[in-house]
């Protein structure tokens, strides 16, 4: 569902630990989707994609998972570090259109 | 790297009065974005502009808004009588033939 107003769920981790953030897509037509990070005052920053013909895809320090039969889907952060603390917003698109279906964000906090 | 850069950071104006944002998408791309983030809320979609013409656009994306590429470069936003629930940052961004969508720094737009 929605999520306005200024509160967002919060993830509290040590740093070096690993993080699990999730999002409930909205769209089961839905077959593209990507994590961004947003730090205070900066845009919206590419981290990983994800194609719906794939259920993970591995990056630097990334890992997604995607489950399209509970509409799921997790980002997964190995060793934690302060730099990795901001937002991170899921999102999702299909095929043939352009726009971009924002979630609502989780905080990433991360303790040293 | 590449990236999407976006004049003005920070515009204060007065309600009724018109606004121009305005964005350089990276070179290469061939889609042009704009969403906007109202303060603690989501990234919405406004419009994606394709070939010198409108492709998409989303329900917040009334009459008050156009877009335009004026030359080879500049992706502009204007509002035509900016109302108080405008205030917003306004994230210009560009792609290539795929969906994977990069990000200005944003631009604060504040309407009193």
């Known amino acids: 569902g929605e999520s306005v107003g200024l509160h967002l769920p919060t993830l509290s981790v040590q740093e070096g630990d690993n993080s699990i953030i999730n999002c409930a897509y909205s769209n089961s037509a839905s077959d593209y989707f990507i994590w961004y990070k947003q730090e205070s005052g900066k845009g919206p920053q590419f981290i990983i994609d994800?194609?719906?013909?794939?259920d993970k895809r591995q990056g630097q320090r990334v890992t997604v998972l995607l489950n399209k039969t509970v509409k799921h889907l997790s980002l997964q952060i190995a060793a934690t570090q302060p730099g990795d603390s901001a937002v991170y917003f899921c999102a999702e698109n299909i095929t043939g259109r352009r726009a971009l279906t924002f979630g609502s964000g989780t905080r990433l906090q991360v303790q040293p | 790297e590449p990236e999407v850069t976006q004049t003005p950071s920070h515009q204060v104006t007065q309600m009724g009065q018109e606004v121009i944002l305005r964005c350089v998408p990276i070179?290469?791309?061939?889609?042009f974005y704009w969403y906007r983030q109202i303060l603690g809320q989501k990234v919405e979609f406004l419009v994606s502009?394709?070939?010198?013409?409108?492709?998409?656009k989303s329900e917040i994306f009334d009459d008050q808004f156009s877009v335009e590429r004026p030359d080879g470069s500049n992706f502009t936003l204007k509002i035509r009588s900016t109302k108080l629930e405008d205030s917003a940052m306004y994230f210009c961004?560009?792609?290539?033939?795929?969906?994977?969508?990069?990000f200005g720094e944003g631009s604060r737009l504040t309407v009193l």
């Open positions: 961004a560009s792609s290539g033939s795929s969906i994977k969508v990069f």
């Open positions: 070179s290469n791309h061939l889609y």
């Open positions: 994800i194609r719906s013909n794939m």
């Open positions: 502009f394709y070939n010198n013409e409108i492709s998409e």
